[in-house]
C-alpha cells in the first residue's frame, strides 16, 4: 500500500466490488466522472475485474482507502512508455467529496508517476461542472491545457471538457509544496 496523509492507495480486491458497484451506480457520480448515468450490474463490475486480472499491466488501478473504508477509486491509464504519460482517473464516494482525500490520492498517484514509474506528464479530463475535481486538481500542481466547447452531454445540456496536465518538473518544483517525504510504501 502507498500511504499519503490522509488516505492509502492499495490494490483493488474482489471484496470491494459491492462498493465499487455502488459507486458506479451513483448517478451524480458516473455523471461528473463518467459521462450519462448507465445502470451498472454486478456481473459487469465482476468482469472489470477479472480483465484487469487477467491483464494488470493495462492500467495501474488503486483502491483509494481512509479510515479502514474504501472511499474511491483512482487509476493510471493508458501509461505510454516512448513519451513517459499517462492519463489519470479518480472517483470517490460520494459522502467521501470534500475531506480532502481526493487531493492526498491525487498527490499520492502523482508520486507514484513521477518518482516510481518516471513519468514526465500526467494529464486528465473533466466537465467544466465538476468544481470540486477542478479545485483538487489545480492544488495538486494541474494546468489547463485546453478546453473543448461543448463537448460532452451531461444532465441535459451540453458542457465544456476541460483538458488538464501537470508536468513532472512543475509537480518537482510546485511552490508551497509541503508533500514530500509524506507518501510511504508500506
Known amino acids: ?3 499519503g496523509r490522509k488516505v492509502g492507495l492499495r490494490a483493488v480486491e474482489r471484496s470491494d466490488l459491492p462498493k465499487i458497484w455502488e459507486l458506479r451506480n451513483d448517478a451524480k457520480i458516473e455523471l461528473a466522472a463518467f459521462g450519462p448515468p448507465t445502470p451498472h450490474s454486478m456481473a459487469e463490475i465482476e468482469a472489470w475485474f477479472d480483465r484487469r486480472q487477467a491483464d494488470p499491466n493495462t492500467d495501474h488501478s488503486f483502491a483509494i482507502e481512509a479510515e479502514g473504508r474504501l472511499v474511491g477509486l483512482c487509476n493510471l491509464r493508458d501509461v505510454d512508455a516512448i513519451h513517459r504519460r499517462a492519463d489519470l482517473g479518480i472517483s470517490l464516494m460520494a459522502a467521501e467529496i470534500g475531506k480532502g482525500y481526493g ?5 499520492v498517484l502523482l508520486e507514484y508517476a513521477f518518482v516510481h514509474l518516471n513519468l514526465h506528464k500526467v494529464c486528465l479530463d473533466t466537465l467544466a461542472t465538476n468544481e470540486a475535481g477542478l479545485r ?10 485546453g478546453r473543448l466547447r461543448e463537448h460532452e452531454w451531461a444532465d441535459g445540456g451540453y458542457v465544456d471538457l476541460i483538458l488538464m496536465s501537470v508536468l ?9 509544496r509541503d508533500d514530500v517525504g509524506q507518501v510511504t510504501l508500506r
Open 1 to 3: 500500500m502507498i500511504h
Open 103 to 107: 487531493s492526498d490520492a491525487i498527490r
Open 136 to 145: 483538487a486538481y489545480r492544488a495538486c500542481g494541474f494546468v489547463e491545457e
Open 168 to 176: 513532472r518538473e512543475d509537480w518537482l518544483g510546485l511552490a508551497g
